[in-house]
């Protein structure tokens, strides 16, 4: 069976959205920072094949903050992160490292 180790698991989420899922948050239109204490589990079949996850959530953890959206990530630098990482194992590893033969 894996496990990650828990801790804290956070996202980001405009305020209509945690609304509509039953967060009591004050603005709509902002965008907040929810997180709590979290662990995971995935049990694995006799093959070690995936066969689910189990989430286990620390209610009273749960925090929730207005964040100033010039201080969050974007989808477009998300992006790019992820191919300057790309790259550099590319270069250091070669093309297609990651493709199993």
Known sequence: ??????????????????????????RPDRLYHVSSRQAFIWPYD?????????????????RVEEVDPAEAITPARVRE???????????ERGE???VRA
């Not at 804290?8 to 945690?18: H, I, K, N, P, T």
């Not at 992160?81 to 550099?88: D, S």
């Open 1 to 26: 069976m894996g496990r990650e180790p828990g801790g804290d698991r956070g996202q980001l989420a405009r305020g209509a959205d945690l609304q509509a899922i039953g967060y009591d948050v004050q």
């Open 81 to 91: 992160i992820h191919r300057e990482q790309l790259a550099k194992l590319e270069a």
């Open 46 to 62: 006799e093959r070690a094949r995936l066969a689910g996850e189990h989430l286990y959530e620390d209610k009273t953890s749960l």
């Open 96 to 98: 297609n490292f990651w």
